[in-house]
């Protein structure tokens, strides 16, 4: 199953919400723990484009991080507004 | 299963590769059709924000783009340098 049938599947699910979503998944796989971190840093400034397109607040972005030993994970869920979406 | 659990799932698959990587997934669930599209235009934008962060070129990324009547998802898979990731 690649990562596109996977959101496929998780659309089928939340589908009946209508709402209207932006996801955001940033995996980084690192073949060695002896590296600094950038995601905290990328993270702002993914958010920061992302304010260019939509119009959200901060309160519509959930953000979670996740790391291990060889692998990080940032995710953003964003809920937009509807139709409101700027035009760039 | 969440999506956190999917990227462990598919880090075990890879690992045997040890290339470090960064996989980017921005999936969009819209509510009607007759929006403007501006992942397009995103995924420039994310592009230079991820080459602040690593050195990769452009051969080194891979971008896909799907798009289905409520869904689109842009996939950007890039290959890193071993330990090159930039001090920022």
Not at 33 to 54: H, R
Not at 60 to 71: H, L, N, P, R, T
Not at 73 to 85: C, F, G, M, S, W
Request: glycine share 0%; no cysteine.
């Amino acid at each position: 199953m690649s990562l596109l049938d996977y959101f496929k599947i998780s659309k089928v699910s939340s589908a009946s919400l209508a709402k209207e979503r932006l996801q955001i998944l940033v995996a980084h796989e690192r073949s060695s723990k002896n590296q600094p971190s950038y995601l905290p840093q990328l993270q702002k400034e993914l958010l920061a484009v992302i304010q260019k397109y939509v119009n959200v607040s901060q309160d519509a972005i959930s953000v979670s991080f996740e790391q291990d030993d060889d692998q990080e994970t940032l995710e953003l869920n964003i809920v937009l507004p509807d139709h409101q979406a700027k035009a760039v």
